[in-house]
C-alpha cells in the first residue's frame, strides 16, 4: 500500500512562493498518477494539477495556470507542487493524491490514496 506524507505549508504574503513536498512509501511513484487538490473554507475540493504516467502529460486548472508547477523526482520517491505568485484566493488545505491508474483526472474521486492535508494561507 502506498502511503504519502505532506510538508511545505505555511504563511506566505501574496506574490510569494512555496513548495509543497509529498513522500511517498510502500511503492513506486513511476506506477502511479499524481495530484494535487485544493480545499477553500466553505469550498468542494478543487484539482489543482494532475500528472499522468509514461509520456507525463500535465493537467492544471486554470486559475493556477503560469504560476504553479507540478513535479515528481523519482530518486527520492517524492511529489512536489511549486507554487509561485500566491494569491489570497490559493489559501486552504492542500492534499496531495496517487492513483494506480494510466491517465490522471481533476476529479478526487478518482484517487485511492492521500495525503493528510497541509495548510496554505496567503495572507498580507
Known amino acids: 500500500q502506498l502511503q504519502l506524507v505532506e510538508s511545505g505549508g505555511g504563511l506566505v504574503q501574496p506574490g510569494g512562493s512555496l513548495r509543497l513536498s509529498c513522500a511517498a512509501t510502500?511503492?513506486?511513484?513511476?506506477?502511479?498518477?499524481i495530484g494535487w487538490f485544493r480545499q477553500a473554507p466553505g469550498k468542494e475540493r478543487e484539482g489543482v494539477s494532475c500528472?499522468?504516467?509514461?509520456?507525463?502529460?500535465?493537467y492544471y486548472t486554470d486559475s493556477v495556470k503560469g504560476r504553479f508547477t507540478i513535479s515528481r523526482d523519482n530518486d527520492k520517491n517524492t511529489m512536489y507542487l511549486q507554487m509561485n505568485d500566491l494569491k489570497p484566493e490559493d489559501t486552504g488545505v492542500y492534499y496531495c493524491?496517487?492513483?494506480?491508474?494510466?491517465?490522471?483526472?481533476?476529479?478526487?474521486?478518482?484517487?485511492?490514496?492521500w495525503g493528510q492535508g497541509t495548510q496554505v494561507t496567503v495572507s498580507s
Open positions: 510502500g511503492n513506486n511513484l513511476d506506477n502511479y498518477v
Open positions: 493524491a496517487a492513483d494506480f491508474a494510466y491517465v490522471c483526472s481533476s476529479d478526487s474521486n478518482g484517487y485511492e490514496y
Open positions: 500528472e499522468s504516467i509514461g509520456a507525463r502529460p500535465t
